[in-house]
């Protein structure tokens, strides 16, 4: 074998080798993002994922998630089922008690940066209420403990 073809091979198979390596340094690095997951705000202050009890509305608990159950949770959004607790303020919120929606779907989504961390940003709640589909939304964009 000529003396360029036996210094080509030994590179050739060096570079080969090499390539894996930077893949799977590619991947960990992307694991590691993964490892610190998008979270919610609670009324507390501390984040929380995949709450199963969750109070929506800090300042007077009208809204919250009860016995909720998530299918999914990943770094856009998560998605789950719930049994939506709201005051419908009849004949007036200090008057009237909570009503129950089984069988509501929730969304949480628009992850944003923090000062807590990543932090979800936007709910979603479809419940049916006298046999018409509604829908809850709450923003913590723009909230100062944000």
């Known amino acids: 074998m000529p003396r ?5 091979v030994p590179v050739a198979l060096a570079v080969t080798l090499a390539v894996p390596t930077l893949a799977v340094s590619a ?5 590691k993002v993964k ?3 998008v979270k919610i705000l609670t009324c507390a202050g501390t984040t929380v994922s995949r709450p199963r009890n969750f109070v929506i509305s800090c300042a007077d608990a009208n809204a919250a998630l009860t016995q ?3 299918s999914t949770w990943s770094a856009h959004s998560a998605t789950g089922t719930t049994r ?4 419908l303020c009849t004949p007036y919120c200090a008057a009237s008690p909570m009503s129950y929606f089984p069988r509501s779907s929730v969304t949480v ?3 944003v940066s923090t000062r807590h961390g990543r932090l979800f940003s936007k709910l979603v709640v479809h419940y049916v209420y006298r046999g018409k589909a509604r829908s809850f939304s709450f923003s ?3 909230d100062p403990s944000f």
């Open 4 to 8: 360029l073809a036996r210094l080509v």
């Open 27 to 31: 991947s960990s690095g992307a694991s």
């Open 35 to 37: 490892a610190s997951p």
């Open 68 to 70: 909720t159950h998530w």
């Open 84 to 87: 939506f607790a709201l005051n």
């Open 109 to 111: 989504s628009a992850p």
């Open 140 to 142: 913590w964009a723009g």
